[in-house]
């Protein structure tokens, strides 16, 4: 595997996250300036197995950087998790020549370039393009900073109107198995409750921190919840909280996929940028089938084959300033 990359391949799967949009314009622009042939491919590996593959140039990403979503389209392909859409998909990229891939999604898109890149001799780097931000290997990813906030700014005004009322709001955020969403938008709009996949939650405690404030007339309380909760999100956590503590004027707020959309933050853009420039690199000089992230503000290198092993981790350290600023 190597042997010298001239054409490359880009695109984004799995669900989308702001700043795709800036990481495809570098890796398209980092590309041409060293004189190689960049296509885009649409809807992730659909695009692929479908050969819905076309070349890019300078232009083609004149003023994205500041739009959400993805102009190349993302899905999950199921094709491409047989080994006859994986040939299909091997035979497209080989009739146009291309002899290299750059992958901007999450963990699941990175076992299918793992799978993809054992079977054939076409190298791959990842890019962590997920909202998530459970990808080992990396401080961020791409379209969490956006993501978090977007969230900061929906529960800043919840707690407006919660305070208005002296009602408790459960707000649910995203983050099937991952709390980070959660983690990161409760602490900074001072949630009395955070509750993350990640973490067994205590409902009992939950109800006991919850009466006691209410002893103390403090109405007004905010917790936020990840999706992937174990009780099943907010519906399931305010069902319980109702008739354990039925004087409790209890709301359910769910954000949903407003956390998906929007202009990328000034930081997502920057790291999208890096990182889509760095991935071309790593294709120049021959570091094949690695995941490209950013640790202590350096590019850091993960072979694929690790990075879809591992999870990102929520230390205890939050935990406990989670305990302690919500007391």
Not at 58 to 75: C, D, E, F
Not at 114 to 130: A, H, M, R
Request: charged share 25%.
């Amino acid at each position: 595997m190597k042997k010298k990359v001239t054409k490359i391949g880009v695109l984004t799967s799995g669900g989308d996250a702001p700043g795709m949009n800036a990481c495809i314009r570098a890796v398209v622009r980092t590309g041409i300036y060293y004189g190689m042939d960049v296509y885009g491919i649409m809807r992730g590996y659909t695009g692929m197995v479908e050969n819905d593959i076309f070349q890019m140039e300078s232009r083609s990403v004149a003023n994205i950087i500041q739009r959400g979503g993805t102009i190349l389209k993302t899905s999950r392909c199921k094709d491409f998790f047989t080994s006859e859409g994986r040939k299909k998909a091997y035979d497209n990229l080989t009739k146009l020549g291309i002899n290299g891939l750059v992958i901007i999604g999450g963990d699941g898109s990175f076992r299918g370039a793992q799978t993809f890149s054992n079977e054939y001799d076409i190298p791959c780097v990842g890019l962590p393009g997920t909202i998530d931000k459970d990808i080992a290997g990396t401080d961020f990813t791409i379209g969490f900073d956006t993501a978090v906030n977007t969230a900061v700014e929906a529960i800043d005004k919840i707690r407006d109107t919660a305070d208005a009322h002296d009602r408790l709001f459960i707000i649910e955020v995203m983050g099937r198995d991952a709390g980070y969403i959660a983690l990161h938008s409760g602490i900074a709009t001072g949630a009395e409750n955070i509750l993350i996949p990640e973490r067994k939650t205590d409902i009992e405690e939950v109800i006991k921190q919850l009466a006691e404030k209410e002893r103390r007339h403090k109405l007004v309380n905010i917790i936020v919840v990840a999706e992937g909760d174990e009780f099943g999100g907010a519906d399931e956590i305010a069902k319980i909280i109702k008739a354990r503590l039925p004087m409790q004027d209890v709301r359910v707020c769910i954000l949903g996929h407003i956390q998906r959309g929007g202009s990328p933050t000034c930081f997502d853009r920057l790291i999208a940028s890096r990182m889509g420039y760095s991935a071309v690199e790593c294709l120049m000089e021959g570091k094949f089938n690695v995941f490209v992230g950013m640790v202590n503000n350096r590019m850091y290198f993960t072979p694929l084959n690790e990075a879809v092993k591992k999870k990102q981790r929520i230390s205890e350290e939050w935990m406990k300033i989670v305990r302690i600023l919500a007391s």
